[in-house]
Protein backbone atom coordinates (compact mmCIF):
# COMPACT_ATOMS: atom_id res chain seq x y z
CA UNK A 1 0.00 0.00 0.00
CA UNK A 2 1.34 3.43 -0.91
CA UNK A 3 0.71 6.53 0.91
CA UNK A 4 -0.18 9.02 -1.28
CA UNK A 5 0.22 13.30 -0.12
CA UNK A 6 -2.43 15.70 -2.81
CA UNK A 7 -0.95 19.49 -3.10
CA UNK A 8 -4.11 20.79 -4.91
CA UNK A 9 -6.91 20.27 -4.65
CA UNK A 10 -8.69 21.67 -7.71
CA UNK A 11 -9.81 20.40 -11.28
CA UNK A 12 -7.02 18.27 -11.69
CA UNK A 13 -6.19 17.52 -7.82
CA UNK A 14 -9.85 16.14 -7.57
CA UNK A 15 -9.52 13.86 -10.57
CA UNK A 16 -6.54 12.22 -9.19
CA UNK A 17 -8.05 11.59 -6.44
CA UNK A 18 -10.89 10.15 -7.65
CA UNK A 19 -8.03 7.45 -9.30
CA UNK A 20 -6.50 6.72 -6.17
CA UNK A 21 -10.34 5.84 -4.91
CA UNK A 22 -10.65 3.31 -8.03
CA UNK A 23 -6.93 2.40 -6.68
CA UNK A 24 -7.80 1.37 -3.49
CA UNK A 25 -6.42 -1.97 -3.28
CA UNK A 26 -2.68 -0.06 -3.89
CA UNK A 27 -2.74 3.16 -2.93
CA UNK A 28 -4.21 5.59 -0.25
CA UNK A 29 -4.47 9.12 0.18
CA UNK A 30 -3.49 10.11 3.78
CA UNK A 31 -2.85 14.06 2.75
CA UNK A 32 -4.13 16.56 1.10
CA UNK A 33 -2.95 20.08 1.29
CA UNK A 34 -4.39 23.44 -0.55
CA UNK A 35 -5.00 26.90 1.11
CA UNK A 36 -8.25 26.92 0.72
CA UNK A 37 -9.82 25.50 3.94
CA UNK A 38 -13.08 24.26 1.95
CA UNK A 39 -11.07 22.45 -0.68
CA UNK A 40 -8.50 20.55 2.24
CA UNK A 41 -11.61 19.52 3.60
CA UNK A 42 -13.50 18.06 1.07
CA UNK A 43 -15.71 20.39 -0.27
CA UNK A 44 -14.85 20.45 -4.26
CA UNK A 45 -18.58 21.74 -4.97
CA UNK A 46 -16.82 24.84 -6.55
CA UNK A 47 -14.52 23.38 -8.67
CA UNK A 48 -14.84 23.14 -12.45
CA UNK A 49 -12.99 21.53 -15.44
CA UNK A 50 -13.09 20.76 -18.52
CA UNK A 51 -12.70 16.94 -19.06
CA UNK A 52 -15.22 14.48 -17.33
CA UNK A 53 -16.35 14.86 -13.56
CA UNK A 54 -17.29 18.61 -14.66
CA UNK A 55 -18.99 19.09 -11.65
CA UNK A 56 -17.61 19.01 -8.15
CA UNK A 57 -18.77 16.91 -4.72
CA UNK A 58 -18.61 17.12 -1.25
CA UNK A 59 -16.11 14.32 -0.02
CA UNK A 60 -15.70 12.65 3.14
CA UNK A 61 -11.74 13.46 3.59
CA UNK A 62 -11.57 12.10 7.16
CA UNK A 63 -8.65 9.69 6.51
CA UNK A 64 -6.81 12.27 4.84
CA UNK A 65 -5.03 14.89 6.95
CA UNK A 66 -5.67 18.41 5.62
CA UNK A 67 -2.69 20.57 5.71
CA UNK A 68 -2.80 24.35 4.70
CA UNK A 69 1.07 24.95 4.18
CA UNK A 70 2.41 22.34 1.50
CA UNK A 71 5.45 21.80 2.82
CA UNK A 72 4.26 20.53 6.19
CA UNK A 73 2.53 17.71 3.48
CA UNK A 74 6.37 16.69 2.12
CA UNK A 75 7.48 16.95 5.93
CA UNK A 76 5.01 14.07 7.24
CA UNK A 77 6.41 10.86 6.97
CA UNK A 78 3.41 9.14 6.57
CA UNK A 79 3.23 10.69 2.74
CA UNK A 80 5.57 8.47 0.90
CA UNK A 81 4.10 9.55 -2.51
CA UNK A 82 3.65 13.42 -3.23
CA UNK A 83 1.04 14.29 -6.51
CA UNK A 84 1.95 18.01 -7.52
CA UNK A 85 -1.58 19.30 -8.76
CA UNK A 86 -0.96 22.71 -8.76
CA UNK A 87 -0.67 25.66 -10.85
CA UNK A 88 2.53 25.39 -13.45
CA UNK A 89 4.22 27.79 -11.25
CA UNK A 90 4.86 26.15 -8.66
CA UNK A 91 5.83 22.60 -10.24
CA UNK A 92 9.81 23.15 -9.66
CA UNK A 93 9.63 24.33 -6.03
CA UNK A 94 7.75 21.32 -4.92
CA UNK A 95 8.74 18.81 -6.98
CA UNK A 96 12.47 19.59 -6.09
CA UNK A 97 11.51 19.69 -2.27
CA UNK A 98 9.55 16.96 -2.15
CA UNK A 99 12.19 14.77 -4.55
CA UNK A 100 15.21 16.13 -1.70
CA UNK A 101 12.86 14.65 1.08
CA UNK A 102 13.06 11.72 -0.40
CA UNK A 103 9.57 10.97 -1.62
CA UNK A 104 8.46 9.50 -4.96
CA UNK A 105 7.10 12.53 -6.86
CA UNK A 106 3.90 12.35 -9.23
CA UNK A 107 4.10 15.98 -10.63
CA UNK A 108 1.43 17.22 -13.47
CA UNK A 109 1.75 18.71 -16.72
CA UNK A 110 3.68 20.67 -17.93
CA UNK A 111 6.54 19.92 -16.30
CA UNK A 112 7.72 23.62 -15.72
CA UNK A 113 7.67 27.31 -17.03
CA UNK A 114 10.43 27.42 -18.61
CA UNK A 115 13.52 24.86 -19.32
CA UNK A 116 15.95 26.19 -16.80
CA UNK A 117 13.68 24.77 -14.32
CA UNK A 118 12.73 21.90 -16.17
CA UNK A 119 16.51 21.52 -15.95
CA UNK A 120 17.05 22.05 -12.15
CA UNK A 121 14.01 19.05 -11.72
CA UNK A 122 16.13 16.77 -13.74
CA UNK A 123 19.00 17.09 -11.44
CA UNK A 124 17.10 17.00 -8.50
CA UNK A 125 15.59 13.93 -9.60
CA UNK A 126 19.13 12.71 -10.43
CA UNK A 127 20.21 12.30 -6.77
CA UNK A 128 16.79 11.57 -5.52
CA UNK A 129 15.94 8.12 -4.00
CA UNK A 130 12.33 8.45 -5.48
CA UNK A 131 10.55 7.80 -8.67
CA UNK A 132 9.59 10.98 -10.53
CA UNK A 133 7.11 11.30 -13.76
CA UNK A 134 5.32 14.05 -15.05
CA UNK A 135 1.76 13.34 -15.67
CA UNK A 136 1.07 13.18 -19.48
CA UNK A 137 -1.92 11.55 -19.59
CA UNK A 138 -2.64 11.63 -23.04
CA UNK A 139 0.54 9.06 -23.52
CA UNK A 140 -1.44 6.71 -21.27
CA UNK A 141 -4.86 7.67 -23.26
CA UNK A 142 -6.22 4.16 -24.88
CA UNK A 143 -7.16 5.49 -28.18
CA UNK A 144 -4.03 7.60 -28.27
CA UNK A 145 -1.95 4.51 -27.26
CA UNK A 146 -3.31 2.72 -30.02
CA UNK A 147 -2.33 5.06 -32.31
CA UNK A 148 1.36 4.79 -31.38
CA UNK A 149 0.93 0.79 -31.69
CA UNK A 150 0.08 1.52 -35.49
CA UNK A 151 2.68 3.37 -36.48
CA UNK A 152 5.15 1.09 -34.80
CA UNK A 153 4.01 -2.27 -35.84
CA UNK A 154 3.17 -0.75 -39.51
CA UNK A 155 -0.06 -2.86 -39.84
CA UNK A 156 -1.76 -0.10 -41.50
CA UNK A 157 1.45 0.93 -43.80
CA UNK A 158 3.93 3.67 -43.87
CA UNK A 159 2.47 7.07 -41.98
CA UNK A 160 1.69 9.92 -44.02
CA UNK A 161 0.38 12.25 -41.90
CA UNK A 162 -0.68 13.08 -38.19
CA UNK A 163 -3.44 16.36 -37.64
CA UNK A 164 -4.33 16.75 -33.80
CA UNK A 165 -6.32 19.12 -32.10
CA UNK A 166 -7.41 20.43 -28.56
CA UNK A 167 -9.68 22.84 -28.70
CA UNK A 168 -11.86 24.51 -25.74
CA UNK A 169 -13.96 27.59 -24.77
CA UNK A 170 -12.33 30.03 -22.58
CA UNK A 171 -11.38 28.42 -19.42
CA UNK A 172 -13.08 30.33 -16.66
CA UNK A 173 -12.85 27.71 -14.34
CA UNK A 174 -9.84 27.55 -12.52
CA UNK A 175 -8.79 29.40 -9.12
CA UNK A 176 -8.43 32.95 -9.06
CA UNK A 177 -8.12 32.58 -12.99
CA UNK A 178 -4.30 31.51 -13.03
CA UNK A 179 -4.91 29.76 -16.22
CA UNK A 180 -5.37 33.34 -17.70
CA UNK A 181 -2.60 34.97 -16.48
CA UNK A 182 0.42 33.46 -18.55
CA UNK A 183 2.95 34.33 -16.08
CA UNK A 184 1.27 31.66 -13.46
CA UNK A 185 0.22 29.06 -17.02
CA UNK A 186 2.50 29.85 -19.91
CA UNK A 187 -1.17 30.29 -21.71
CA UNK A 188 -2.80 27.58 -23.78
CA UNK A 189 0.40 26.93 -25.74
CA UNK A 190 1.85 25.58 -22.21
CA UNK A 191 -1.07 24.76 -20.07
CA UNK A 192 -3.51 22.94 -23.22
CA UNK A 193 -1.48 22.47 -26.10
CA UNK A 194 1.56 21.23 -24.19
CA UNK A 195 -0.41 17.57 -24.60
CA UNK A 196 -0.11 17.07 -28.00
CA UNK A 197 3.38 18.25 -28.06
CA UNK A 198 4.57 15.79 -25.86
CA UNK A 199 2.32 12.87 -27.87
CA UNK A 200 3.65 14.15 -31.24
CA UNK A 201 7.43 14.14 -29.47
CA UNK A 202 6.25 10.50 -28.20
CA UNK A 203 5.05 9.33 -31.98
CA UNK A 204 7.99 10.49 -34.08
CA UNK A 205 10.06 11.92 -31.90
CA UNK A 206 12.15 15.38 -31.81
CA UNK A 207 11.27 17.26 -35.27
CA UNK A 208 14.01 19.15 -37.30
CA UNK A 209 12.23 22.33 -36.85
CA UNK A 210 8.80 24.07 -35.85
CA UNK A 211 6.67 27.05 -38.12
CA UNK A 212 3.92 28.33 -35.76
CA UNK A 213 1.32 31.18 -36.37
CA UNK A 214 -0.27 32.22 -32.84
CA UNK A 215 -3.15 34.86 -32.13
CA UNK A 216 -4.67 36.50 -28.69
CA UNK A 217 -8.00 37.50 -27.72
CA UNK A 218 -8.98 40.89 -27.70
CA UNK A 219 -7.56 42.98 -24.70
CA UNK A 220 -5.12 40.52 -23.93
CA UNK A 221 -1.03 39.06 -24.50
CA UNK A 222 -1.47 35.78 -24.03
CA UNK A 223 -1.37 33.72 -26.60
CA UNK A 224 -4.44 31.58 -26.66
CA UNK A 225 -4.37 30.26 -30.33
CA UNK A 226 -1.71 27.88 -31.89
CA UNK A 227 -1.27 26.31 -35.16
CA UNK A 228 2.13 24.62 -35.55
CA UNK A 229 3.72 22.31 -38.55
CA UNK A 230 6.82 19.93 -37.12
CA UNK A 231 9.39 19.30 -40.13
CA UNK A 232 10.72 15.91 -40.04
CA UNK A 233 13.08 14.86 -43.35
CA UNK A 234 11.17 12.95 -45.22
CA UNK A 235 8.41 12.27 -42.76
CA UNK A 236 4.86 12.80 -42.73
CA UNK A 237 2.91 15.62 -42.76
CA UNK A 238 2.25 17.08 -39.24
CA UNK A 239 0.39 19.65 -38.13
CA UNK A 240 -1.22 20.25 -34.54
CA UNK A 241 -3.85 23.21 -33.37
CA UNK A 242 -4.53 23.90 -29.61
CA UNK A 243 -6.64 27.00 -29.03
CA UNK A 244 -9.12 27.73 -26.03
CA UNK A 245 -10.32 31.08 -27.19
CA UNK A 246 -13.76 29.53 -28.81
CA UNK A 247 -17.10 30.67 -26.72
CA UNK A 248 -18.73 29.54 -23.44
CA UNK A 249 -20.54 27.07 -25.54
CA UNK A 250 -18.43 24.82 -27.14
CA UNK A 251 -17.19 23.15 -24.81
CA UNK A 252 -13.76 20.97 -25.05
CA UNK A 253 -12.73 18.51 -28.19
CA UNK A 254 -9.84 16.57 -28.32
CA UNK A 255 -9.34 14.91 -31.93
CA UNK A 256 -6.99 13.10 -34.24
CA UNK A 257 -6.92 12.00 -37.79
CA UNK A 258 -3.71 9.96 -38.57
CA UNK A 259 -3.36 8.66 -42.17
CA UNK A 260 -1.14 5.95 -43.51
CA UNK A 261 -0.81 4.45 -46.53
CA UNK A 262 -3.47 1.78 -46.09
CA UNK A 263 -6.07 3.60 -43.34
CA UNK A 264 -6.81 6.62 -41.57
CA UNK A 265 -7.40 6.17 -38.09
CA UNK A 266 -10.12 9.31 -36.63
CA UNK A 267 -11.96 10.39 -33.37
CA UNK A 268 -13.48 13.70 -31.66
CA UNK A 269 -14.09 13.68 -28.39
CA UNK A 270 -17.05 16.18 -28.78
CA UNK A 271 -18.68 13.76 -31.19
CA UNK A 272 -18.95 11.10 -28.86
CA UNK A 273 -18.42 8.54 -31.24
CA UNK A 274 -15.62 5.88 -30.81
CA UNK A 275 -12.77 5.91 -32.24
CA UNK A 276 -12.83 4.51 -36.17
CA UNK A 277 -10.52 3.17 -38.32
CA UNK A 278 -11.19 3.41 -42.42
CA UNK A 279 -9.36 1.31 -44.27
CA UNK A 280 -8.35 2.28 -47.73
CA UNK A 281 -10.47 0.26 -50.47
CA UNK A 282 -13.95 -0.23 -47.83
CA UNK A 283 -16.97 2.07 -47.38
CA UNK A 284 -17.45 1.56 -44.07
CA UNK A 285 -15.44 1.80 -40.93
CA UNK A 286 -14.14 -0.30 -37.94
CA UNK A 287 -13.60 0.02 -34.61
CA UNK A 288 -11.08 -1.02 -32.88
CA UNK A 289 -10.43 -2.07 -29.44
CA UNK A 290 -9.02 0.05 -26.74
CA UNK A 291 -8.39 -0.15 -23.28
CA UNK A 292 -12.01 1.35 -21.04
CA UNK A 293 -10.02 3.32 -18.40
CA UNK A 294 -9.14 7.16 -19.20
CA UNK A 295 -5.20 8.14 -19.11
CA UNK A 296 -6.02 9.94 -15.53
CA UNK A 297 -6.36 6.42 -14.19
CA UNK A 298 -3.03 4.70 -16.86
CA UNK A 299 -0.86 7.49 -15.78
CA UNK A 300 -1.49 6.69 -11.86
CA UNK A 301 -1.71 3.14 -12.18
CA UNK A 302 1.52 3.08 -13.91
CA UNK A 303 3.31 5.19 -11.77
CA UNK A 304 2.41 3.14 -8.75
CA UNK A 305 3.53 0.16 -10.36
CA UNK A 306 6.77 1.89 -10.83
CA UNK A 307 6.82 1.78 -7.53
CA UNK A 308 6.25 -1.35 -6.32
CA UNK A 309 8.65 -2.98 -8.39
CA UNK A 310 11.02 -0.41 -8.41
CA UNK A 311 11.54 0.63 -12.18
CA UNK A 312 12.33 3.82 -13.61
CA UNK A 313 9.14 5.27 -15.40
CA UNK A 314 10.05 4.89 -19.17
CA UNK A 315 6.75 5.29 -20.96
CA UNK A 316 6.59 8.68 -20.00
CA UNK A 317 10.32 10.28 -18.97
CA UNK A 318 11.43 13.86 -17.28
CA UNK A 319 13.81 14.26 -19.96
CA UNK A 320 10.86 13.45 -22.70
CA UNK A 321 8.57 16.31 -20.66
CA UNK A 322 11.58 18.39 -20.47
CA UNK A 323 11.83 18.14 -24.13
CA UNK A 324 7.85 19.02 -24.53
CA UNK A 325 8.31 22.44 -22.99
CA UNK A 326 11.13 23.62 -24.82
CA UNK A 327 9.43 22.27 -28.01
CA UNK A 328 6.05 24.27 -26.92
CA UNK A 329 8.56 27.56 -26.34
CA UNK A 330 9.80 26.92 -29.51
CA UNK A 331 6.62 26.97 -31.27
CA UNK A 332 5.86 30.06 -29.08
CA UNK A 333 8.93 31.60 -30.66
CA UNK A 334 8.10 30.90 -34.26
CA UNK A 335 5.07 32.82 -33.96
CA UNK A 336 6.56 35.57 -32.29
CA UNK A 337 9.01 36.23 -34.35
CA UNK A 338 7.38 34.73 -37.42
CA UNK A 339 10.59 32.57 -38.40
CA UNK A 340 10.87 28.85 -38.35
CA UNK A 341 12.83 27.49 -35.37
CA UNK A 342 15.01 24.96 -35.23
CA UNK A 343 14.83 22.04 -32.34
CA UNK A 344 18.52 21.13 -31.14
Known amino acids: MINVGIIGAGFIGRNHFNQYEALAERARVVAISDR ?3 RRLGDWSEVGGNVGDMQGTRRDLKGAKPYADWRELIADPAVQMVDI ?3 TYLHAEMAIAALEAGKHVLCEKPMALTVEECDEMLKAAAKAKGK ?3 AQCIRFWPECAFVKQCIEDGRYGALKAVNLRRQASTPGYSFENWL ?4 LSGGAILDLHVHDVDYTL ?3 GKPQAVTAQ ?3 RAGTNSYDRVHSLWHYPDGPVVQIEGFWDMPDGFGFNMGLTILFEKAAIVWDLCTGKPMTVFRQGEKTGEVPEVGANTGYFNEIEYFLDCIEKDRTPTVSTPQQSRD ?3 IALAEKQSATTG ?3 TIA
Open 36 to 38: VEA
Open 85 to 87: CTP
Open 132 to 134: FMI
Open 180 to 183: LDPS
Open 202 to 204: WLL
Open 214 to 216: AAT
Open 324 to 326: AVM
Open 339 to 341: KTV
